[in-house]
């Protein structure tokens, strides 16, 4: 797996896995967190979240730019781990929301978010285009894919353990406080905090055996209760994101201490200039405008991608908490599974690849994207087919149903098992042969830019990631599953027509 890569491969990626690892903390919770802490809905929630994920991508390409133009991506790398910490260290402090400071403990959070955006917007695409350049050695540009892959195994090393740190950090400081947790109590506390005697009767009924349920008295007072339920649930969360920080000095420190190991994209020899004809000038604009409309092309798939994949920060998450047995593992956790199958399945893929490849039938790069979004699809199809057999209606009405009923009418963890699975082996034929794919048509004066126009795809990706929660909640749910495969078979569709053409490009 590691053969023939370059030596500064390794410590590119251990370098991405902390940043990663502080990353997917924040990220696997972010939504339900919103929800928990200040009593958003999670339409409001999901907006947020789509663009601040949006945001991490856009700046990217502004990071790409600011790179490309001082021509020191190192420190502009540096520059983002620092500012990332920042914000890291603001959502790190335990405030709890009241009516008085509500405006503001919100305006903070969204400006802590936005720091987190724009340090990763400076981190992220330079560091691919650095990874990038160690394949442009012709020793090791036949290993490009598998560099990419493995630099993908690491970034999921992180993301596999982080889901893990906030629900047990938050289930130990309740557990603390003598609570216990519940997926559905803080939303109820925050709906009697607001309403109290006209509260539904059947929500009040709900809040009351939750109350027991989670060690409380539902014959005290409920709304000294509520405020205390929600303050310490919320501020075990706060604490995970101390584990944020410390991920973010110890990428930060990894590295500054390799980095003189690595190279510095398109960075050319003080005093160099090359003389060029009239002739090699047109070729040259030619095959730069050939590659960049082979660029703009597979970026367009990745934006309905991204629309279906990072679903599971959104809806699917979301779908966890509501539709599946989550008594002995908390939604968030559930997230675990895409990285953990990464890991497990990159090794299978890339020997699939490289068999294929010593019997003469190599698959291209934009042939396997195409691959992925059909695979991308098969979840889409498994999950709409499961919730219409199992006759889910839309979230709202089934949140409004009894417990008891609810409680009844959900689906074991084998659910998410399958679908991670589907999702995880679109994403290996996507994401990091989508980093590939860039940094091998990307004029090399451009590979910062690029690699952030790939970021920037994702982006406007997850600018569409609110509708998801949005059909979610008015629709049986199988409505929602529909939409994002549709999206995946247009796409499978559209990249397969391309396919020629872009195989020629690439040559």
Avoid at 243 to 270: D, E, H, Q, W
Wanted: aromatic share 14%.
């Amino acid at each position: 797996m590691f053969k023939n890569q370059p030596k500064g491969l390794i410590p590119a990626a251990l370098s991405n896995m902390g940043e990663r690892f502080g990353y997917y903390i924040m990220n696997a919770v972010l939504v339900l967190f919103l929800c928990s802490k200040f009593g958003l809905n999670e339409e409001t929630s999901a907006l947020i979240y789509s663009f601040f994920y949006a945001g991490i991508y856009v700046l990217s390409l502004v990071g790409g730019l600011i790179a490309d133009k001082t021509q020191n991506y190192k420190s502009t790398i540096i520059w983002g781990l620092v500012i990332m910490t920042v914000g890291y260290i603001v959502l790190s402090i335990p405030i709890f929301a009241t009516n008085e400071n509500h405006t503001a403990l919100l305006t903070l959070t969204c400006a802590a978010l936005f720091f987190i955006a724009f340090g990763n917007g400076l981190f992220k695409g330079n560091l691919q285009a650095i990874v990038g350049q160690l394949y442009d050695n012709p020793r090791y540009a036949s290993q490009r894919d598998s560099g990419f892959q493995i630099f993908y195994v690491f970034i999921n090393i992180g993301g596999v353990i982080a889901p893990f740190v906030a629900p047990l950090l938050r289930s130990w400081w309740l557990d603390q406080n003598g609570l216990i947790y519940n997926a559905s109590l803080p939303a109820l506390c925050h709906e009697y905090l607001s309403l109290t005697d006209s509260m539904n009767q059947q929500n009040l009924n709900n809040l009351y055996a939750l109350i027991t349920q989670v060690g409380g008295n539902a014959a005290g007072n409920i709304q000294e209760f509520c405020t205390t339920y929600l303050n310490v649930f919320n501020t075990g969360i706060h604490y995970s994101f101390i584990a944020s920080v410390c991920a973010m000095l110890i990428s930060l420190s990894i590295f500054y201490f390799t980095k003189n190991g690595l190279p510095s994209p398109a960075k050319k020899a003080k005093g160099e200039v090359q003389q060029y004809t009239p002739e090699e000038k047109a070729r040259m604009a030619k095959e730069i405008k050939q590659r960049m409309a082979a660029l703009f092309a597979v970026l367009g798939i990745a934006i309905f991608f991204w629309f279906s994949f990072h679903q599971n920060g959104t809806s699917l998450s979301l779908f966890a908490r509501d539709f599946v047995k989550t008594d002995s593992i908390q939604p968030e956790i559930w997230q675990a599974l895409n990285p953990f199958y990464v890991i497990v399945l990159t090794p299978v893929v890339m020997w699939l690849f490289s068999m294929l490849s010593r019997r003469g039938k190599e698959i291209s790069t934009p042939r396997k994207i195409a691959i992925g979004m059909g695979l991308a699809g098969l979840a889409y199809v498994f999950l709409a087919i499961f919730s219409g057999i199992k006759g889910y209606p839309s979230a709202e009405e089934f949140k409004a149903l009894p417990a008891a009923v609810s409680a009844g009418m959900k689906t074991g963890p084998w659910v998410l098992f399958v679908l991670y699975f589907f999702l995880t082996v679109a994403e290996l034929f996507i994401s990091p042969l989508g980093l590939s794919f860039v940094s091998k048509v990307a004029p090399q004066h451009m590979q910062g830019l690029c690699q952030g126009l790939w970021l920037g795809a994702t982006a406007c990706g997850n600018l569409l990631l609110w509708i998801g929660p949005l059909i979610y909640n008015a629709c049986p749910i199988w409505v929602a599953w529909t939409v994002f495969l549709s999206v995946c078979l247009v796409s499978m569709g559209v990249m397969f027509g391309m396919v020629s053409w872009l195989e020629r490009v690439t040559k």
